[in-house]
């Protein structure tokens, strides 16, 4: 089986930061673009941020400007810096293929809950 493992679990104070991290199977994904999605009980996972392997990005409207996605390609790493967090950002975390119709194993994702 597949395995992404994710990492950088965290609460956190609205307003402040934090910083996830995730190791892919480079034999299998080296060559795809890479996302970041998140899920709330109840709720479809919905995507976040990708990038390609050529390093360009795309971030959904509601985190733009506050999320940055990133990658090592050398070390198999996908990463998702988390600026500026607010209480709906609360979610399991997860990585992996972007597009998410590509998926087809799930990891067990990161919790970030932000709460005062």
């Known amino acids: 089986q597949v395995q992404f493992v994710e990492s950088g679990e965290g609460l956190v104070q609205p307003g402040g930061s934090l910083k996830l991290s995730c190791i892919y199977p480079?034999?299998?994904?080296?060559?795809?673009?890479m996302a970041w999605y998140r899920q709330t009980p109840g709720t479809q996972r919905e995507l976040v941020a990708s990038?390609?392997?050529?390093?360009?990005?795309n971030v959904a409207g509601s985190v733009e400007g506050r999320f940055t996605i990133s990658r090592d390609m050398a070390k198999n790493m996908v990463y998702l810096q988390m600026n500026s967090l607010k209480p709906e950002d609360t979610a399991v975390y997860y990585c992996?293929?972007?597009?998410?119709?590509?998926?087809?194993?799930w990891g067990q994702g990161t919790q970030v809950t932000v709460s005062s």
């Open positions: 990038i390609t392997t050529r390093g360009h990005t």
């Open positions: 992996n293929e972007y597009p998410s119709e590509l998926v087809k194993y």
């Open positions: 480079g034999n299998i994904f080296s060559d795809y673009p």
